[in-house]
């Protein structure tokens, strides 16, 4: 059998290896076949950083061995002998995801110098001072990249320097300054490690590459892999690339371009150098660099190969690019390329005009954008200028994008008067519940201390297009005081705040925001989405107001009308809890009746804003106690209000408190124990139907769905009381037109004995918040505690809250959507939890054939999207 191989000469390598190569090895190896001059080196599998962490942290005999030998052929490509006295070989290493991964890993350069091979290079470029910049700059970086050394030690000393000489930028510093450096770099490094700087450059390379395998691993990457849907058992790649030198002098430079403007979308080669510099001058800022048109100026044939490269790559790799270049004494190299991140309205501009150019096709083209990228869009964002100003407090999750300033309101009843008093707020709780909606409604924003991506906060506010960064720890908020309080600072009701659901950042003082420009590329891209995308994208909608919106971003219907939203209203909650406390059925149904008209006229909007099209209306589910007040105060005035007494009131609220809310009188267990909210809800649902097929000529089709069913019993008990109510509505009506009755599945039970289940049902609604909470066993709130513990612990990698868990959950969902059709082959099959807009989860319900996802108003754009990336990757019929 023949032994694996671990490590790749760059020429040894191609495209198709990027799994195995990581993006820039692959793209590094691909580059020198194509004959474009890149600077020798070798890479070190992602297998070979798997193999690692398996082995506790060892680079495993025999792969040391492939890297000791790939170094001695790098020696004979270059002529150069690592560790020489004379002519020594200097590299660079750096990580390499299959993925780009930002900020991942920083990267070392000049690996392979040390007290003797400094001395070869200033002698052998004659240039002492250039060679001991070298030195500095690897000492810095090797320090602070593979130990783990504070750079500030190594900062201070370069800053001590120049205020003593009066000097403003590094490159003013004289050789002897820069031999000070080194003498002073090595002594921290002493102090710090207890040991002397490695003179090896072998021991240097080894340490170099194990510390870009720990990187893998380091919380930073475990917080990126998870937003980005990485997998851990992907692992990262090293690249060993030979250096070359941009600051050699007047002739070198150094620069970063891309093939068309990241920001803007526009054909045109944009980017920046430095002559006489090294890459990270250019990314750090130190000196001003010089935008990439003027090196035509300077030396137009070194420019002409460069465009040419330029153009050579983008047409290679079809899209655009960003790219690393080295002038070394006027000769041109590469460093990298790769697919340039890029804008949302870039994005789009760069798609469609590759489309236009004959590069893409359409189907290629809609793989270029990330759908996530979609939101910033849709969402106000941050004045760039003002960003750069304002001052960071603390971070959070950014649990619905978009940006929001205004001053602190600490309950949801001040957020809604301080906003109808004209005042900009935002909303900060330390976790939100149902009867907050209000108050998030006026708000510009919410802060929660508490919860995940997938808390209360975080999905009403996704459905309602209002920034939210929750599960912000740092805050410590009183409501007595009503204050914030975050690193020994103290904020009111009168300061301002900003925060960023985009990034989770949370900003002292207001910060401007501006409107997104929505281009006339958006919607030539998503009219190919839609054309090529088999599963249709619905939206959760409670009010109008929301389903007009997904209406404008594409929703095809609603798949989910949550019912009890609208009972929280202010003038409807007194008689809903009239409702509640009533002792009897005459009671029950006299308060009811006062809700069957605000309710009706709530399915008429709907209906109406969405102009026919289907619309799902999920009946009553949160358990009563919901409805009621908790603290003592409300309560007496709520009794005051119903004529009770404060104990008799008390008592109910006792009455209905459950240990296990989610598990407790609740859905349709509601309607079996009080068939009279059923009834009143099915006539609300039919009288609206009528009343907008009449007034409005839409052919409405009420679609109702019972919730929370785990037994075939249950439907059919409820679905006789819907069925009984529908007929009299009609016959009352002298009308006759389609409905259907669907149910949710949210229960294990309920998905495995589906089969029997669709005998009664017409549809399936997977609600996969409640089915994911269900199956783990663990509530969504909670969970926000301790899911940190299980990610750092690669128990899970995943919020499964956020990103459907395929194996369980899903395979749940699989077999419910198999058995259903065994049953009923026409069975209507949607998605409506928080998933329905997640693109992994979407791809997933396009791979076993549901017929559509539903997802909040603002995540519609996305989904379109996702689904068509499924159709291109996975197709179907």
Sequence with gaps: MESKKYVYLFKEGNASMRNLLGGKGANLAEMTNLGIPVPQGFTVTTEACNRYHDDGGKIAPEIMEEILEKLSQLEEITGKKFGNNEDPLLVSVRSGARVSMPGMMDTILNLGMNDVSVQAVAKLTNNPRFAYDSYRRFIQMFSDVVMGIDKRLFEDKIDDIKQEKGIKYDNELTTEDLQRLVSEFKEVYKKEQGVDFPQDPKDQLVEAIEAVFKSWDNPRAIVYRRLNDIPGTWGTAVNVQQMVFGNKGDTSGTGVAFSRNPATGEKK???????????EDVVAGIRTPQPIAKLAGQNPTLYKQFEGIVNTLEKHYKDMQDMEFTIEEGKLYFLQTRNGKRTAQAALKVATDLVDEGMLTKEEAILKVEPKQLDSLLHPTFSAEDLKKAELIAKGLPASPGAACGKIAFTADEAKERANNGEKVVLVRLETSPEDIEGMIAAQGILTVRGGMTSHAAVVARGMGTCCVAGCGELR??????????????????????????????????????????????????????KIRKLQVRTNADTPRDAKQAVTFGAEGVGLCRTEHMFFAEDRIKAVREMIVSKTVEQREKALAKILPMQKQDFIGIYEALEGRPVTIRFLDPPLHEFLPTAEEDIRNLAAEMNLTFDELKATIDELHEFNPMMGHRGCRLAVSYPEIAKMQTRAVIEAAIDVRNNKGYNIIPEIMIPLVGEIKELQYVKKKVVDTVNEVMKENNVKFDYHIGTMIEIPRAAITADEIAKEAEFFSFGTNDLTQMTFGFSRDDAAKFLKDYYEKKIYEQDPFAKLDQKGVGQLIKIAAEKGRTTRPDIHLGICGEHGGDPSSIEFCHRIGLNYVSCSPFRVPAARLAAAQAQVNFPRE
């Design 269 to 279: 080669i944009y980017g920046e150098y430095l002559m006489n510099a090294q890459g």
């Design 477 to 530: 908020v009183s409501d007595e005081k009503r204050t914030v309080e975050v690193n020994g600072k103290v904020y009111g009701a009168e300061d301002w705040i900003s925060i960023d659901g985009s990034t989770g950042n949370v900003y002292a003082g207001a910060v401007k925001t501006v409107l997104p420009e929505i281009s006339g590329h958006f919607a030539t891209f998503m009219s190919w989405a839609d």
